[in-house]
C-alpha cells in the first residue's frame, strides 16, 4: 500500500526567507505527483504536477523536483511572503488495476511571519 | 462555472439522518473523483468516475455510503445513517482523460454529524 509522508509537519519562517518542504513515498510505480496548497475552509489548488518521467517543474518562486527511484520530492519556496502561509500537501498518482487515484500525505502548514 | 462546484458547503445532520452532497465538475471534464478529509489530515480517495461509469470504490468506508454520476456530469455522494465518525470535509475533484493532467478541486462540503 503506497504511503505518503511529509516533513516537517509545521513550519514557521520570517519574511524573504527560502525554504523546503519534503515528501517521500513507499513506492515508486507512480504515474505522477503533485503539490497542492490549501487554505482554512478551503480545497485544494494544484501548484505544480511533476511526470514521473520528468525531474523538475517550476512555477515563479516555486520549484519542485522529483527523484523516483528513491521515493522523495521537495517544494522550495523563494523568497517566501505572508501570502504563503498555508497547508502544502503532496499526492502521488498511481494507475493500477483500472484505479487512477491521488494517495496523499498529512502536509505541512506553513506560517510565514513579517 | 469555471471551477468545480461543490453544495451545499456546510451540511449539519443528526446521526442516523441520510444526507446527499452534490459536485459540479468542471465542464467537459470526464473524470470525477471523491475524497474524505478529516481535521488535520490528507484527503483519502473514496471513488473514481470516468463519465457515468464508476471504475473504483474500493475507498467507500462502509455501505452506507454510495456514489453515483448517472449522466456523466453532476455526481451525488449520499450517505446513508450517517454516523458521528461520517464528520469529515467531503471534497470532490475533476480532470481531463488522461492520467497526466491534474486534478482540480471543489472548495469541499464541511460535514457535521451531531
Known amino acids: 500500500k503506497q504511503e505518503v509522508t511529509q516533513i516537517p509537519a509545521a513550519l514557521s519562517v520570517p519574511e524573504g526567507e527560502n525554504l523546503v518542504l519534503n515528501c517521500s513515498f513507499t513506492?515508486?510505480?507512480?504515474?505522477?505527483l503533485q503539490w497542492f496548497r490549501q487554505d482554512p475552509g478551503k480545497g485544494l489548488t494544484s501548484l505544480l504536477l511533476?511526470?514521473?518521467?520528468?525531474r523538475e517543474q517550476t512555477s515563479g518562486r516555486l520549484n519542485a523536483s522529483l527523484d523516483k527511484s528513491s521515493g522523495r520530492s521537495t517544494l522550495y519556496i523563494a523568497a517566501s511572503q505572508p501570502g504563503d502561509s498555508a497547508t502544502y500537501l503532496c499526492?502521488?498518482?498511481?494507475?493500477?488495476?483500472?484505479?487512477?487515484?491521488?494517495?496523499f500525505g498529512t502536509g505541512t502548514q506553513l506560517k510565514v511571519e513579517l | 462555472g469555471a471551477g468545480v462546484s461543490q453544495s451545499p458547503r456546510y451540511k449539519v445532520a443528526k446521526r442516523g439522518q441520510d444526507v446527499a452532497l452534490r459536485c459540479d465538475p468542471i465542464?467537459?471534464?470526464?473524470?470525477l473523483f471523491w475524497y474524505q478529509q478529516a481535521l488535520g489530515q490528507g484527503p483519502e480517495f473514496l471513488t473514481y468516475?470516468?463519465?457515468?461509469?464508476?471504475?473504483?470504490k474500493s475507498g467507500l468506508p462502509s455501505d452506507r455510503f454510495f456514489a453515483e454520476r448517472p449522466e456523466g456530469s453532476v455526481s451525488t455522494l449520499k450517505i446513508q445513517r450517517t454516523q458521528q465518525e461520517d464528520s469529515a470535509v467531503y471534497l470532490c475533484?475533476?480532470?481531463?482523460?488522461?492520467?497526466?493532467?491534474?486534478?482540480?478541486f471543489g472548495d469541499g462540503t464541511r460535514l457535521s454529524i451531531l
Open positions: 475533484a475533476s480532470s481531463g482523460p488522461r492520467g497526466h493532467q491534474p486534478q482540480h
Open positions: 513506492d515508486s510505480a507512480i504515474y505522477n
Open positions: 511533476i511526470q514521473s518521467s520528468q
Open positions: 499526492a502521488v498518482r498511481v494507475l493500477t488495476g483500472g484505479g487512477n487515484k491521488l494517495t
Open positions: 465542464s467537459g471534464h470526464v473524470s
Open positions: 468516475f470516468q463519465n457515468e461509469a464508476q471504475l473504483d
